[in-house]
């Protein structure tokens, strides 16, 4: 009799494969055990069919699992084995093993939510092996009830039998639990609606943190709900109910749908529809693109099926409903996300109206993701619930390594083996509270993975937070230079080694003279990199305030041009025109910047979008939702020893007809200047790839635009997929680059 010791690798715990390992040995007639373990699973099989038992533990493995590898060995026969047995986990050893995302209620969950007759009908917190919360709630792995939020709740004798049934899918689904023995909501579902329709703003726990929930059709709520979390023009997220309801508002593609149904639910940024239905302006300000999601735990179904009328069945659930709903972190003033009841009660006591609560515990901050059909494939533009802490396959094993992000839109990555974590996003590290997180989120990936990193890597900026953490730990550091960690987080997940030509387009990087930096073509070769080019440099009157008021830039594109005399004039109604332009002319706190997005900055001031914003890439954003064909104005660029110069771009923009006329130039002229600049870069070395990255990419006519472009060139463009192209990415970068340098 032949008998195997069996290794599975990958995200095998806590998503039903021990129950298919059970039911694939009941139908192979394999006898044997399995178990969970620190390095996944542990089987061992005997057997005539223990071949073809093997081979359908991959070919049918449950929809949450991710199979990394599976490795068998011959053992020993043992004889009169007659059963196949599920053990208990071994937690010994060292972990390589992982827990699954957060996921979605599957269809088998949804059909007994709405069943009168089962005794989960209506049940706020129903899950199983393939649904449910998982990263949110584990404190520890093995991913087992004990180590989780869970431990809290004994299971009732009717759970318990499911639980202990390895025929039934809740069998070992650690947050399983009933109206009995489970966690209890504060509020029922139709006293939310009913809130939520008169206008009130609730503030409801869910599976990663509270969000703020108000009726985005209306007006006076949004705005309310806008001023009192001081969101500026930031978009909100609509909660739909499902994706016929979300084709009313956006156009949707078979992919997007495909994105949006998934069971990661992200957030799906997607172009707004002409036609649909009436929403409050402040949902997403003068955006061509909304951020829609579709309901992903049991109670988004209940507030849906509750305006629906309570239909019978699950019929209900794909024909379009009128509710839509404001869905946003629930986090005053661009602190974190809040988790705990207390918490709320304290920090959104003057935000909310109504506190929606329960009492199972959030172990783990997590912000939904956002996503968005780019350039021909998905990007993840925020990592959060749904995606984190799945993770990117590097091209080969690297050193543990701890990396720890920039400033802005902050991520930290840690490295084991040939996988990158890269963290959910955490934020700005502006405030003691968005560190607090920051640090809290080091010790809770490093300790969860069971990794003790050799190594930090950080920002070449010296004054950030992270760099000042690093420093801190007592472990040898290695700072890496802004964009060459945004190009390098490009490669790593592309699992390109080889020497390759990149773009980098962001805001700000510091770079290695204490310049800021921001619009550079790189190439990246192992550890380090060159400075092939760099656009031409603008002044930045004031520093990091021109970020938000873009007339500034505007001005400062004026004295390029040889006409300061004009800014007083132009600019006069939006601040300090005159003080701006002596700025300028004598070179006091107006530090020169090559950066992409303040040239986008300066082309939104000429044409009167968003002189004054609220927050930084809000009027790029408006820009981008002009464009509807990008048109080039050939000869309005030039390149002089590797500095690609825009100046005649913008002198063209003064004469547009119209915003959407200059959108539509300074969109299709930059990603023809952009290509014209690189293309005799990559002929020279004979390179037909080239990476690219920064904030700017996630726009996506100029993601779009250079993808075709390079394209057509015989040149394959290679953007951030798995990472955000912007500062959420940086980690990964520098986690690469610190890898390469070790």
């Known amino acids: 009799?032949?008998?195997?010791?069996?290794?599975?690798?990958?995200?095998?715990?806590?998503?039903?494969?021990?129950?298919?390992?059970?039911?694939?040995?009941?139908?192979?007639?394999?006898?044997?055990?399995?178990?969970?373990?620190?390095?996944?699973?542990?089987?061992?099989?005997?057997?005539?069919?223990?071949?073809?038992?093997?081979?359908?533990?991959?070919?049918?493995?449950?929809p949450l699992a991710r199979i990394d590898a599976v490795e068998s060995v011959e053992c020993p026969a043992l004889a009169g084995e007659?059963?196949?047995?599920?053990?208990?986990?071994?937690?010994?050893?060292?972990?390589?093993?992982?827990?699954?995302?957060?996921?979605?209620?599957?269809?088998?969950?949804?059909a007994e939510l709405f069943d009168p007759s089962d005794r989960r009908h209506r049940y706020a917190f129903l899950n199983c092996a393939h649904c449910g919360p998982r990263f949110t709630i584990t404190r520890r792995l093995p991913y087992d009830r004990p180590q989780t939020a869970m431990a809290g709740f004994p299971l009732c004798p009717a759970c318990a039998a499911e639980y202990d049934d390895p025929t039934d899918r809740r069998f070992h689904a650690q947050p399983t639990a009933c109206p009995d023995c489970g966690p209890r909501l504060s509020c029922p579902p139709e006293v939310i609606l009913d809130h939520l329709r008169a206008g009130r703003i609730v503030a409801l726990k869910g599976l990663g943190g509270f969000h703020l929930v108000c009726d985005a059709t209306r007006a006076d709520t949004v705005e309310r709900l806008r001023r009192v979390k001081q969101r500026n023009g930031k978009p909100f997220a609509l909660m739909v109910a499902n994706a016929a309801s979300a084709a009313r508002f956006v156009a949707l593609s078979a992919e997007e749908r495909a994105l949006l149904t998934g069971h990661a639910?992200?957030?799906?940024?997607?172009?707004?529809?002409a036609d649909g239905p009436v929403?409050?302006?402040?949902?997403?300000?003068?955006?061509?693109?909304?951020?829609?999601?579709?309901?992903?735990?049991?109670?988004?179904?209940?507030?849906?099926?509750?305006?629906?009328?309570?239909?019978?069945?699950?019929?209900?659930?794909?024909?379009?409903?009128?509710?839509?709903?404001?869905?946003?972190?629930?986090?005053?003033?661009?602190?974190?996300?809040?988790?705990?009841?207390?918490?709320?009660?304290?920090?959104?006591?003057?935000?909310?109206?109504?506190?929606?609560?329960?009492?199972?515990?959030?172990?783990?901050?997590?912000?939904?993701?956002?996503?968005?059909?780019?350039?021909?494939?998905?990007?993840?533009?925020?990592?959060?619930?749904?995606?984190?802490?799945?993770?990117?396959?590097?091209?080969?094993?690297?050193?543990?390594?701890?990396?720890?992000?920039?400033?802005?839109?902050?991520?930290?990555?840690?490295?084991?083996?040939?996988?990158?974590?890269?963290?959910?996003?955490?934020?700005?590290?502006?405030?003691?509270?968005?560190i607090g997180f920051f640090e809290e989120t080091v010790g809770h990936l490093l300790h969860l993975l069971g990794v003790a990193p050799?190594?930090?890597?950080?920002?070449?900026?010296?004054?950030?937070?992270?760099?000042?953490?690093?420093?801190?730990?007592?472990?040898?550091?290695?700072?890496?230079?802004?964009?060459?960690?945004?190009?390098?987080?490009?490669?790593?997940?592309?699992?390109?080694?080889?020497?390759?030509?990149?773009?980098?387009?962001?805001?700000?990087?510091?770079?290695?003279?204490?310049?800021?930096?921001?619009?550079?073509?790189?190439?990246?070769?192992?550890?380090?990199?060159?400075?092939?080019?760099?656009?031409?440099?603008?002044?930045?009157?004031?520093?990091?305030?021109?970020?938000r008021q873009p007339w500034r830039m505007a001005a400062a594109a004026l004295?390029?041009?040889?006409?300061?005399?004009?800014?007083?004039?132009?600019?006069?109604?939006?601040?300090?025109?005159?003080?701006?332009?002596r700025m300028i002319e004598r070179g006091i706190n107006a530090p020169l910047t090559s950066s992409c997005g303040r040239w986008f900055d300066a082309a939104c001031g000429i044409l009167g979008v968003r002189p004054l914003a609220g927050f930084e890439g809000e009027a790029p954003m408006v820009l981008e939702s002009l464009v509807h064909r990008p048109r080039v104005a050939e000869g309005t660029w030039s390149v002089r020893d590797g500095v690609l110069d825009l100046t005649p771009l913008l002198e063209r923009l003064l004469t547009a007809t119209d915003a959407t006329e200059g959108a539509e130039l300074f969109h299709g002229t930059l990603i023809a200047a952009l290509i014209a600049w690189a293309l005799p870069e990559l002929r020279t070395r004979g390179e037909r790839r080239i990476a690219l990255s920064g904030g700017c990419l996630m726009n996506a006519v100029l993601a779009a635009g250079l993808v075709d472009g390079f394209a057509a060139a015989g040149v394959a463009a290679l953007l951030p997929r798995q990472a955000p192209a912007n500062d959420g990415g940086l980690a990964l970068g520098q986690a690469w680059v610190a890898a390469r340098t070790l």
């Open 1 to 62: 009799m032949r008998r195997l010791q069996i290794r599975v690798r990958g995200l095998v715990q806590g998503v039903g494969f021990r129950p298919h390992v059970h039911a694939q040995a009941l139908r192979f007639g394999v006898t044997g055990w399995v178990r969970n373990d620190s390095q996944g699973v542990l089987i061992e099989g005997q057997g005539d069919g223990v071949a073809a038992f093997v081979e359908a533990l991959t070919a049918q493995a449950p």
């Open 265 to 273: 639910r992200p957030i799906l940024l997607a172009r707004r529809r």
């Open 279 to 434: 929403l409050a302006p402040g949902v997403a300000p003068d955006l061509a693109w909304l951020g829609v999601m579709l309901p992903y735990t049991p109670l988004h179904h209940l507030l849906f099926h509750e305006a629906a009328g309570r239909p019978a069945g699950t019929g209900w659930m794909e024909e379009p409903q009128d509710l839509a709903l404001v869905m946003t972190s629930a986090n005053p003033g661009g602190e974190p996300l809040v988790i705990d009841n207390d918490e709320a009660r304290a920090r959104l006591g003057g935000i909310a109206d109504v506190i929606v609560d329960h009492d199972r515990p959030i172990i783990v901050r997590a912000d939904d993701s956002v996503t968005r059909w780019l350039a021909g494939a998905p990007a993840v533009l925020r990592r959060g619930r749904g995606r984190v802490p799945e993770p990117i396959r590097l091209a080969h094993p690297v050193p543990p390594i701890l990396a720890v992000g920039g400033h802005l839109k902050t991520a930290i990555c840690v490295t084991r083996g040939d996988e990158a974590f890269l963290s959910q996003h955490i934020g700005d590290l502006d405030n003691a509270a968005t």
């Open 82 to 110: 007659t059963s196949f047995a599920i053990h208990a986990s071994d937690a010994s050893g060292v972990v390589a093993t992982g827990v699954a995302a957060d996921a979605a209620v599957c269809p088998a969950c949804l």
């Open 454 to 547: 050799v190594a930090v890597a950080h920002d070449a900026h010296p004054d950030f937070p992270s760099t000042r953490f690093a420093e801190r730990l007592g472990l040898p550091i290695v700072a890496v230079q802004h964009h060459h960690a945004h190009l390098a987080a490009v490669l790593a997940e592309h699992r390109v080694t080889e020497p390759t030509l990149g773009l980098a387009l962001d805001g700000f990087g510091l770079g290695p003279g204490g310049e800021s930096w921001g619009g550079e073509l790189l190439r990246v070769e192992g550890a380090g990199f060159t400075r092939l080019g760099r656009l031409a440099r603008l002044a930045q009157p004031g520093g990091d305030v021109a970020a």
């Open 559 to 581: 004295a390029r041009m040889g006409r300061a005399e004009e800014i007083p004039a132009r600019f006069a109604a939006h601040g300090p025109a005159e003080g701006v332009r």
